[in-house]
T-cell receptor, first 114, second 114 residues
Framework: NAGVTQTPKFQVLKTGQSMTLQCAQD?????MYWYRQDPGMGLRLIYY???????DKGEVPNGYNVSRLNKREFSLRLESAAPSQTSVYFC?????????????FGSGTRLTVV | AQSVAQPEDQVNVAEGNPLTVKCTYS??????LFWYVQYPNRGLQFLLK??????LVKGSYGFEAEFNKSQTSFHLKKPSALVSDSALYFC????????????FGAGTQVVVTP
């Protein structure tokens, strides 16, 4: 089925460990995004990629890095995980970089940092 | 800057009764407004959007929303709620010059009781 695929779905890390969250879309969308969801705070943009080869910081980029590997894939890396990064992470893509058609979201990665 | 407010953390409604989820926004240009729904352990799903044109927008699952420019509101409505409508609802806004970077509200939990 067409859509946005995120892996893994669940992960527990120890403080200081690193990991990469993977995201792939098969809708030929130009733009991709990483959000984190925390209770009572809605979704906050971490990084986005308007098109292949470009990435930009969002609202809460500290502690994260991203790679737009190709048009399909956009990964999020935590170099040294901290308990404050415990969250649910969503990847999204949109048909145009201006998001006129809205986002298609992945099913999320629930990350716990202990 | 742009912002979204969802003033109610939770809305409780009996099945068959009308459902309203409130959203107000603040933007410096023309807004694009969206509603998304999130079921437990799932990603966000698109419900409807306002880009331009008619102020009353109809979307998926019988939902509709009315854009009110003077009140800067975009309330989500359903004439007759179902138990299956119980979920977390997010309002989101962006402007024509904010690049696909949505600002999400904190979310409103809807609980529909039989």
């Amino acid at each position: 089925n067409a859509g946005v695929t995120q892996t893994p779905k669940f992960q527990v890390l120890k403080t200081g460990q690193s990991m990469t969250l993977q995201c792939a879309q098969d809708m030929n969308h130009n733009s991709m995004y990483w959000y984190r969801q925390d209770p009572g705070m809605g979704l906050r943009l971490i990084y986005y990629s308007a098109s292949e080869g470009t990435t930009d910081k969002g609202e809460v980029p500290n502690g994260y890095n991203v790679s737009r590997l190709n048009k399909r894939e956009f990964s999020l890396r935590l170099e040294s995980a901290a308990p404050s990064q415990t969250s649910v992470y969503f990847c999204a893509s949109s048909a145009r970089d201006r998001g006129v058609y809205g986002y298609t979201f992945g099913s999320g990665t629930r990350l716990t940092v202990v | 800057a742009q912002s979204v407010a969802q003033p109610e953390d939770q809305v409780n409604v009996a099945e068959g009764n009308p459902l309203t989820v409130k959203c107000t926004y603040s933007v410096s240009g023309n807004p694009y407004l969206f509603w998304y729904v999130q079921y437990p352990n799932r990603g966000l799903q698109f419900l409807l959007k306002y880009i331009t044109g008619d102020n009353l927008v109809k979307g998926s699952y019988g939902f509709e929303a009315e854009f009110n420019k003077s009140q800067t509101s975009f309330h989500l409505k359903k004439p007759s709620a179902l138990v299956s409508d119980s979920a977390l609802y997010f309002c989101a806004v962006r402007t024509t010059d904010s690049w696909g970077k949505f600002q999400f509200g904190a979310g409103t939990q809807v609980v529909v009781t039989p």
